[in-house]
């Protein structure tokens, strides 16, 4: 079984920055495949980026494409988030899959296990 917790978020300024950290506990701390995704009240969750294979491809969703960095440092995985907008407010979620693909994976199906979300606002 593995465990993810997500740490990290807070309320921040439009502009400002926040860096969300996911560690893994139990069978294993690396994994294939990385994902964040986001769930703003009454959206569905979307992707926000990943990094996976075996030349660790970083993936981004194009409203944060230039603002959002994901990166491995040991053994958590970090969203490095800057210039935020009110429209990143949301509950931000960390999952991984130790299913191999050719490509990104950007479906929430895709991956196995989730942690249990830190909250992100943005005010403006």
């Known amino acids: 079984q593995v465990q993810l917790v997500e740490s990290g978020g807070g309320l921040v300024q439009a502009g400002g920055s926040l860096r969300l950290s996911c560690a893994a506990s139990g069978r294993a701390r690396s994994f294939a495949n990385v994902g964040w995704f986001r769930q703003a009240p009454g959206k569905e969750r979307e992707f926000v980026a990943s990094?996976?294979?075996?030349?660790?491809t970083q993936d981004y969703e194009d409203s944060v494409k230039g603002r959002f960095t994901i990166s491995e440092d040991n053994a958590k995985n970090i969203l490095q988030m800057d210039s935020l907008k009110p429209e990143d407010s949301a509950v931000y979620f960390c999952a991984v899959t130790n299913s191999m693909s050719s490509r990104p994976l950007r479906a929430a199906s895709a991956y196995n296990y989730w942690g249990q979300g830190t909250q992100v606002t943005v005010s403006s």
């Open positions: 990094i996976g294979g075996i030349i660790r």
